[in-house]
């Protein structure tokens, strides 16, 4: 089994909630890699919150409470008890009017982790909440687990030399979604260079009604994931103009997103190309796929003793790493060497 610890229970520890729940009941997860660890050999036996109607309740009823807002799709049978976490800089701006602080006083998280025999934590920590991701991190680092970090805050690369030490695998930062807006955005991108047009320039829109894109409507905020989204896009193609972030909030999307892309660019004899894409997902069932992939890599590094920020899994999996890939092809076949590698 592998042993995994959330913090923060909102849409995205929802979906993995439910879609654990999901796998034990034979349903199949789609783009998930084949490994030797099972999906449904992960076992969540601790979760942190700070919001007054998380903490206290079973973890199968405080992934349906607000703000939360994915849809229940089966009934989970995990009967934990979702703890006090600190506060930190998890409740500032936008976010202090829409969680609901818990008056509880923290746990000990290093306590927590070392008496669940935790093997993964997974940080599900609002955009902009590095203070606490950081806590958590160092938390992690004491207690002997595995760290993956799915925000923007730059965790991964803040403790990349301390985990390599303690040989435990830290991975970061800022998850990329299995199919959404920005992956699609490079890959067209890619595909199109693959061919002879000359990209010229590209943008893209997303709008969506969770909370994190409630938060984004910030400017700190806002411009972090813009910056971050553009940088990745950009950095496979880095003669081309590209502005890449979440605009706006519509509170009935609910955990529906919709991504627009434009791009413009020359083929031929320098005649115009223009390709308009509107993409329909559900934001926070974007990270299932990846998180299911990410714990297992985790475990499966940490029975190798391969401690770090492992590049070839963070390359793929995230859009800020510590260090980018030439391609997302490149990423694709870093990845699958490291795991023949673990698997020889």
């Known amino acids: 089994m592998i042993r995994i610890a959330l913090i923060g229970v909102g849409n995205v520890a929802s979906a993995l909630v439910q879609s654990i729940e999901l796998i034990r009941n034979g349903k199949e997860i789609y783009g998930i890699l084949d ?27 405080a992934i349906f409470t607000k703000p ?37 006083e923290p746990v000990d998280i290093v306590d927590v982790l070392k008496k669940e025999k935790v093997d993964v934590v997974v940080n599900l920590l609002p955009t902009g909440a590095t203070s606490a991701s950081n806590f958590y991190a160092k938390a992690s680092l004491e207690a002997g687990s595995a760290f993956i970090n799915t925000t923007p805050s730059p965790t991964a690369k803040e403790f990349k030399d301390q985990f390599m030490e303690k040989r435990l695998p830290i991975l970061g930062d800022d998850l990329l979604s299995q199919i959404g807006g920005t992956i699609t955005h490079a890959g067209i991108i890619e595909f199109l260079k693959s061919r002879g047009v000359k990209v010229l320039k590209s943008y ?94 985790a475990k ?24 980018k890939a030439k391609s997302i092809m490149d990423a694709k076949r870093s990845l699958d060497s490291l795991l023949n590698k673990l698997l020889g």
């Open 68 to 104: 939360n807002v994915v849809d229940k799709y089966v009934d989970v049978k995990n009967d934990i008890i979702v703890m006090r976490g600190p506060t930190l800089d998890g409740r500032v701006g936008i976010l202090s009017n829409i969680i609901e602080e818990s008056e509880e």
């Open 300 to 323: 499966l590094l940490g029975r190798h003793g391969i401690g770090g920020a492992v590049k070839e899994v963070c390359y793929y999996y995230f859009k800020d790493p510590p260090e």
């Open 204 to 297: 893209q829109i997303d709008i969506a009604g969770s909370t994190e894109a409630l938060v984004a409507l910030e400017d700190w905020r806002k411009d972090l994931k813009k910056s971050l989204k553009s940088s990745f896009i950009s950095s496979f193609t880095n003669d081309v103009e590209v502005v890449a972030g979440t605009s706006d909030y519509v509170e009935f999307l609910k955990d529906r997103r919709v991504s627009y892309m434009v791009i413009e660019g020359l083929y031929g004899i320098g005649v115009p190309i223009r390709i308009d894409i509107s993409l329909k997902t559900y934001d926070s069932f974007n990270a299932v796929a990846p998180l299911i992939d990410l714990i297992r890599i």
């Open 35 to 61: 490994l030797p660890i099972r999906p449904n050999d992960i076992e969540i036996v601790a979760a942190f919150d700070i919001d007054k109607r998380k903490v206290n309740k079973r973890l199968r009823e």
